[in-house]
């Protein structure tokens, strides 16, 4: 059976149920807010996020661009990579829904490396070679390390791509 969600939204006005709402554009530029009721953050920040903005501290980021995402395994030991470019995300947070109807960019396939960052329960769970559990660094209660593979961008903002584990060795 599947698990329904009852998502309401803070507006000026009374809460409103997103499922009544008959016209989705009426939400236009009205931002989505996290739980503790802030903003989204994406003011870029340097470090060690390379630029990236502040929402992918902890998620998997292309090191060479604004681009982040998860991390899956798959049966074999590799993992996909399935992203969103950062511009994307942001306008989607922002619920700018003509800008993200407009949205088009670069794409093609391009042979990126990605930091991948896991918890540390993932990390354990996932079983990762030693040569690459080796390589990571820890920082907090996360794990990263990096990967390169063929990653492929669509034009409306998404990338993914498989990051074998056993030809970085």
Do not use: W
């Not at 390379?50 to 090191?63: M, V």
């Not at 947070?93 to 800008?99: M, V």
């Not at 990126?112 to 030693?130: A, G, N, Q």
């Amino acid at each position: 059976m599947a698990k329904t969600f009852d998502l309401t939204l803070e507006m000026p006005q009374p809460t409103i149920k997103v499922e009544r709402l008959k016209n989705p554009l009426l939400l236009d530029g009205v931002p989505l807010l996290k739980g503790n009721g802030q903003p989204f953050d994406f003011s870029p920040i340097g470090g060690m996020l390379r630029g990236h903005a502040f929402f992918f501290a902890t998620k998997s980021k292309i090191t060479d661009g604004p681009a982040g995402g998860v991390i899956v395994p798959l049966p074999r030991g590799d993992l996909f990579f399935l992203g969103i470019r950062e511009k994307l995300l942001e306008q989607a947070a922002h619920q700018e829904l003509r800008k993200i109807e407009d949205f088009r960019s670069e794409r093609g396939p391009m042979r990126k490396t990605v930091e991948c960052v896991l918890t540390d329960s993932v990390f354990r769970h996932y079983r990762l070679l030693p040569e690459v559990t080796e390589r990571s660094r820890r920082y907090g209660n996360y794990h990263a390390f990096e990967l390169a593979g063929q990653l492929h961008y669509t034009e409306t903002g998404i990338l993914f791509g498989v990051l074998p584990t056993r030809e970085q060795i």
